[in-house]
């Protein structure tokens, strides 16, 4: 089983870009199904994104065309592109991963990392 830690978060003003990047343990990354989540305060954490293990990505509708989910197989590490932020964007983001192409119940979470939009 992976395990995964998060980095890039930060404080970046409305309309600006920012690059989480999660990095896994193991040398099984390539067979994961890699997911993007996000939770703002006082909220349900929601899906962001995800890739397959073959690259396909599938989105929230919230942040499609916005938002690029990425994966290096190489580096064991799955990337999410932030552009065009807004406010409303403000969340703790977290990725995870699991076996499953399309996982219901993910079996495995990074810590998260804080992003704040400024507005």
């Known amino acids: 089983q992976v395990q995964l830690v998060e980095s890039g978060g930060g404080l970046v003003q409305a309309g600006n870009s920012l690059k989480l990047s999660c990095a896994a343990s193991g040398n099984t990354f390539r067979m994961y199904t890699m997911g993007w989540f996000r939770q703002a305060p006082r909220k349900e954490r929601e899906f962001v994104g995800a890739?397959?293990?073959?690259?396909?990505?599938y989105y929230a509708d919230s942040v499609k065309g916005r938002f690029t989910i990425s994966r290096d197989n190489a580096k064991d590490t799955v990337y999410l592109q932030m552009n065009s932020l807004k406010p409303e964007d403000t969340a703790v983001y977290y990725c995870a991963a699991d076996l499953n192409s399309l996982p219901v119940k993910w079996s495995t979470w990074g810590q998260g990392t804080q992003v704040t939009v400024s507005s």
């Open positions: 890739t397959s293990w073959s690259g396909v990505t």
